[in-house]
């Protein structure tokens, strides 16, 4: 069972920036796409960003776009989500997800994506 851990949100002001980090069990974690997801208080979760397992395709979400970069490094079993250039709207809780099923589409969608952990929080106050 792969276990994933996210750290590094935190309280922050508009403009600031955050690097969340996302820890991975198994030795599996390069063949998995990985993505990131957030849910704001009161809505929907939404897709935020990918990566590729070997982290030269990316998606982002047009609302991060120029903002957000995620990264990944297979030697530490570890996918990243630099936050720059905050903004309120960016609060919520992120959540780290693995897409273990080996396929050359990269998911934008919470569907493929078998393994979630359990969240950090971002709060970014204006």
Do not use: H
Not at 78 to 86: E, F, G, I, K, S
């Amino acid at each position: 069972q792969v276990q994933l851990v996210e750290s590094g949100g935190g309280l922050v002001q508009a403009g600031g920036s955050l690097r969340l980090s996302c820890a991975a069990s198994g030795r599996a974690f390069s063949t998995y796409f990985m993505g990131w997801f957030r849910q704001a208080p009161g809505k929907e979760r939404e897709f935020v960003a990918a990566i590729s397992r070997s982290g030269v395709r990316t998606e982002y979400a047009d609302s991060v776009k120029g903002r957000f970069s995620i990264s990944r490094d297979n030697t530490k079993n570890t996918v990243y989500l630099q936050l720059n250039n905050l903004i309120p709207e960016d609060t919520g809780d992120y959540y780290c997800a693995a897409d273990p099923v080996l396929s050359t589409v990269l998911p934008t969608t919470a569907g493929p994506y078998e393994y979630w952990g359990q969240g950090t929080q971002v709060t970014v106050s204006s």
